[in-house]
C-alpha cells in the first residue's frame, strides 16, 4: 500500500511538471488571444484530472486576457475559474466568476458564451435547490442555443430540465423534456445521448409505478451502452432494471441484473 502511495505522489509531480513547462510554452504564443484560448483550453482539460493546476491554468488565463482587453477571453478565464470553485463545493465564488462571466459575454453579445455561463449558473441552483433560478437559466440557454440551431446542445438543455423537473418529482413534465430531448438526439444520431434519455426515461416511469413501461426504456439504455464503452452508465441502468424486477416482485431476474452491473 506504501508503495502504491508512493508511486501515485510521483506520477502526480511529474505531471504537474510536464504542465507547468507547457504553460511556459503557451505564455510564449505571440498572438494575445490565441495565447488566451490555448491557456483556457489546456486548463479545461485538467480540471478533472489535475484541479491544482487547472487553477494555475486559470490564473494565468486571467492575466493573459486582461492584456487583451477582450471581454469574450476574460469571460472565459471567469468560466473556468467558476467551474473549478464549482467542484469544490464553493457555490459561493462559482455563482460570483459566472455571473461575472455573463455580464462580459452580454456586453459583447457572444451567444455561445453566454448560453455557456447560464447553464454553469443553472447547474449550481439545482444543486443548491433553487429550482425556479436554475429553471429560468436553462430557458434562457434554450433561447441561445435555438438561436444559433445548435441541435446537440438544444437536446442536451432539454435533457437537464427533464433533470430538474424529475428532481422536483414532476415527473409527467420530465418526460415530456426527455421525449422531446429525443427528437434532437435522433437528429444528431449521438447514441450515448439517446442511451441516456432511454434510462432517464426507465427511471421516471419507474418512479410512477409503470413498470412495464420503464423496463422497455431500460431494455433499450442497456442495448445501447452495451454497443459502447459506457460502462459506468450501462451498471448504472443495470441497477435501474433490477429495481424493476424488484418492483415487479422478479426476483431471481433482479439478482441477473445486479450480477449484470458488477
Known sequence: MRVFFICVILSHTCFSQVNDSLLYQLKQIPNDTERVNQIYQAGFGVRNSDPDMSYQ???ACKTEALKTKSSAHLAK?????????YKKGDYKNALQ??????ELNSSVNN??????????????????????RAESCYLSVLQAYNSLNNTLHIAKTLMNIGVLKYEQKQFDAAIRQFKEALVYVEEVKDHDLK????NNLGTIYREKGEQDTAKLYLDDA???YSMTDAKTELADAFNNMAIVQIKK????????????AE
Open 222 to 224: 442497456i442495448n445501447l
Open 77 to 85: 478565464s471567469y468560466n473556468l475559474l467558476g467551474i473549478l470553485h
Open 249 to 260: 416482485a422478479d426476483f431471481e431476474e433482479a439478482l441477473s441484473y445486479i450480477e449484470g
Open 195 to 198: 442511451a441516456s434519455c432511454y
Open 97 to 102: 466568476f459566472q455571473e461575472q462571466a455573463l
Open 111 to 132: 451567444t455561445y458564451g453566454i448560453a455557456i455561463n447560464q447553464t454553469n449558473l443553472g447547474n449550481i441552483y439545482r444543486d443548491l435547490n433553487l429550482y425556479a
Open 57 to 59: 491554468y486559470a490564473l
